[in-house]
């Protein structure tokens, strides 16, 4: 079957389906990748579909109630930001159950510029991948939101002091993503993210003294240093 901007949803779901690999889904269980719905397509494949089919905000809405995991994560890559809406934004969290979706929907969100919404909202949720959607989006916007003021960014610091307790997996690792990417951003980001992390690895409890001494150890190597050097 070929695909084309004019696909609708079901027939991008049936291209989908005929590509199913069933051995590809315990691959992709070992790394901790939610595989109910899975067909065992790989991103690299999803990609060139989704270069093939462009993007359609209607399409994305349509592939994304499908619930398959290919299908998700095509309509993150195909939804059209400009139009994309926090009401929306906030149904999709509401059904995050994989980091991997919470990864690739959190690019979206940023570039729909919801991440003044969303980050505050989201790090105070309690489900686990709500919460961490709210720092993959920090870890994003450091890096690719070269425009935004760095005071916008080091603002979400606080959140990353408030929530580095939290000691379930997939949080404490973005937790301490987010934290790793403003102290990269630049010179400017790198001091004030260097010293919470050295307040964080002081820390009695374990999630965030590991946050903390892993940020330490990446925010002092010498490929850090050396590149954000004047």
Request: charged share 30%; hydrophobic share 45%; with cysteine.
């Amino acid at each position: 079957m070929t695909l084309s901007p004019s696909s609708p949803a079901d027939a991008v779901i049936a291209h989908l389906k005929s590509l199913q690999r069933e051995e590809n889904r315990a691959g992709m269980a070992r790394f901790g990748i939610e595989t109910a719905t899975a067909l065992g397509i790989s991103n690299a494949e999803l990609r060139r579909i989704a270069r093939a089919i462009k993007r359609d905000h209607d399409r994305a809405l349509a592939l994304w109630e499908s619930g398959v995991r290919e299908a998700r994560l095509l309509a993150s890559f195909t939804a059209e930001p400009k139009v994309l809406t926090v009401e929306t934004a906030r149904q999709w969290a509401g059904d995050f159950n994989s980091w991997e979706i919470v990864d690739s929907v959190a690019d979206l969100f940023v570039g729909a510029r919801l991440k003044g919404i969303l980050i505050p909202e989201f790090a105070v949720d309690e489900r686990e991948f709500v919460r961490r959607s709210a720092f993959a989006m920090i870890a994003v916007s450091a890096v690719h939101l070269k425009d935004e003021p760095d005071d916008t960014i080091l603002a979400w610091l606080a959140l990353v002091e408030a929530h580095a307790g939290d000691e379930r997996n997939f949080v404490k690792k973005a937790v301490n993503w987010a934290l790793r990417q403003v102290g990269k951003r630049n010179a400017c980001c790198h001091r004030p993210a260097l010293s919470l992390a050295r307040a964080l690895a002081a820390r009695q409890d374990r999630s965030a003294r590991w946050i903390g001494k892993d940020a330490v150890r990446e925010l002092t190597s010498a490929a850090v240093t050396d590149r954000l050097k004047p």
